[in-house]
């Protein structure tokens, strides 16, 4: 019955030495200073499961709504307006969801670590307890108990019975591949079917490919280093999100205080930049194709090639996410078990790419989102390559010469539009961070993760790639701009990308409070000015007008990277999960510096070492082995078109890894665009 050490002494109780020991190991603040308030506190989880009494304890996260409005602050000694915006900041739930404020645990809600008897965790006494005690001001969302260690599912020993084997057959077909070079059996065995299907799965083969430094005259060679880049900006908003969730969230809200800031704040451009290459390959595979058989045929075949690697890394972190996290898996932005929980429920809709259409809080695995708006957009974007491919063939004419331009225009408008709309709408905010509100589900689900909004740098993308067969095949020649109207254009990209960046300074930091057509606007035309810089730099370094620029990006040193960096965006999410949910305590915000340094860079490493591994055991092998089988079934089809176009891997390599010499065949055209 007691609560305090003077109890537990008064009364002399016998034995109450695990009593004091569950009150050290329950959780408390990170400071009692306001100004470090802290909504997450830890304890002792350890101390806790090693108590020895006359009842099993666990360590429980109980998950607590409050309602802030309700508490007179002044009256222990504390003053709003001492917090970064001056009030608790808001978690914007938004009509997309229940209206259930648990079913997403906010910046403002109280995480508290208890050492508690171990029946208690089903107990449905503690939520009315808490509520009574505290008048209502007090919800309990939830109490998620750290026991021992989930049983493995049959589901996990599946898994890993393929994961294995997948190993197995690579180690196999290594020594095998070495063999046959060593022993001169290569061009004997080269041309045999088998043979081919084994050496796909070589694992010197496919690091050779990997990790070649040559490029081609024909390649677009600046793109890995913004993949590369983009990436890294891509994972450092996710490791600022995380750590937004730890001991001392509030902190974070400060960080918008200092102007550049915004560089790693305001990361919402970068994903737009992933898009926009993705729109950029599709469209210049298939026009320099076009160049070559005007009988051409587009097929979207992306959905074969990309669903093994990526589907396979979902069932990888289903299987062993529950084996490897810890008791910081309940937390909010890092809830891992939420996670796994939707990928049992809803992977199917991961198989087909339409994930994007589900509340957000029910998607599986964070990044899949992109592919899935990803490959819509793939599949969508036949209906502005047609419609330029005939502006092209009867450019002479006026009216159908349009088309095209008329088309990839409509779609911008189109995106133009419907953000407009849906802003108006919904009263969504133009960016989903603020310090006045640290989240909103509607931004996420209406906007964020739709192909209708995302649209825009695809399109742009599509123009360019267009815009840069047209140049090298001289169907379109221009002159050697002259150096004032470069540096005009450099100026232009440039001023354009940092008002894009900095231009939400003050909205960022809650000193201005944007009107519904502000942040339609700018969601709307942040988007064109940000495709727009973009283009203009994979443009310059493809027609030599970047200077010391296009010597950087076009750097050997980038083309791994790049190669790999499909494979590092799967992994990422679930390096991250994994590396915060193992430590003994939340993570600790410190700034938005220090987080890059501290978290991001090992990410980043991390989750390339992983993606060589990935890469080499399943995307690359699997992509191979569907390039062989479509040859050989293109062979006994005479009727198939003569061209077809496979969104597959990296390069324009066919299967047998040589560039395609006959046009009078079906060839396999490997696309990097799912990177």
Known sequence: QCKSLECLRDQKITNASYAVQMLASTGHPHSLNFHELSMTWAGDHKLCLSIEGPYDTNYCFVHVSVDWSAIDFEKFGFKISQLPGGHIPNFDMGQASSGDRCTAMALSNVKVGLCMPASCEKDTNIGRILSEATNDTAHLCDISCVGPTAEPSSFFYLFNVVFISLIVIAVAASVLDYLAMRNGLENELKNKTAW??????????????????????????????????TFTWVVNGHCDLFTADGDNGFQMLRAPEQFINDILLNAYASVDTFFLVSGLLVSYTFFKRVHSNPEYVYAPYNWIILTPSYMLFIAFFVAWTPQLHDVWATGVA????????????????????????????????????????????????????????????????YISGKTGLGTAIGGILFSVGATIFLTALYDLPALGFTVQATGNLDFMTYLYIKPWIRCIPYITGIVCGYFIVQVRKQTIKIRQPKTWELALCWFLASASALTVIFSAYDYLRGASDWSVPVRALYGSFARIGWSASVAWVILACTFDWAGPVKWLLEHPFWYPLGRLSFCAFLAHWFVLHILLNSGDGPAHFVSLWHTYATLTIPIVVLSYGLAYVWSCLVEIPFGKIEGISFDMYSIDNKSLPTFSIFHIARSEMNSQGQKPKDAGRVTTIEVDNHH
């Open 196 to 229: 081919k299907i084994v050496t796909s799965f070589s694992i010197i083969r496919n690091s050779s490919s990997l990790f070649a430094v040559g490029s081609k005259s024909d390649s677009i060679n600046c793109l890995d280093a913004i993949r590369f880049i």
């Open 334 to 397: 890092q809830n891992s078990t939420m996670f796994v929980e939707n990928c049992e429920k809803y992977w199917w809709l991961n198989a087909l790419y339409i994930n994007n259409f589900r509340n957000v809080l029910d998607i599986c695995y964070g990044p899949s989102w992109f592919l899935a708006v990803d490959t819509q957009l793939y599949w969508a974007a036949p209906l502005f390559l047609i419609a330029i491919f005939y502006s092209w063939m009867d450019s002479f004419n």
